[in-house]
């Protein structure tokens, strides 16, 4: 009979510490048995991306960039300057002007990517001279909808034809 009963210098693990070790245990054989049966050989693959080119922007420098790119469900939109997508000049006016016509590009782009402005997640905005960020904040604010995108504004020295801004987002499909 006492052959059955561990030695007394022998300490027991007490109850709380061998569950833990169960615990440990059944986690660990299940991650293993999670990770051999993952398909390791083919594992899911990124989906391609897509160009997105609309006639209401201005058109793309060709073999340049493209308006955007759509991918995993985002849409990526280039930077838009104020430019007339008919005459593919910049419009006349002021910092204010200019912000309009730069999101109204914007707008167009997503829409033919399937998005809108009110899915934008990301903004940047470059101006050629932070003493216009006052005004161009007073026009950004009234578009994007309830919930305002991220942002990033920064001044820079030289936007593409000189103009006074450029903004650029992302956006979920």
Known sequence: MNELLPPPHVDLPSPKSYLFFLLFSFNFVSLCNFLLSSNTTNPPKMSAKEAVLTSNAPKPLPGIYSQAIKANGMVFVSGAVPMDPVT?????????????????????ILEAAGSSLEKVVKVNVFLADMGDFAKMNEVYSTYWGDVKPCRTCVAVKTLPLNTDVEIECTAVL
């Open 88 to 108: 593919m000049q910049l419009i006349d006016g002021d910092i204010q002007a200019h912000t309009h016509q730069c999101i109204k590009n914007l707008s167009a």
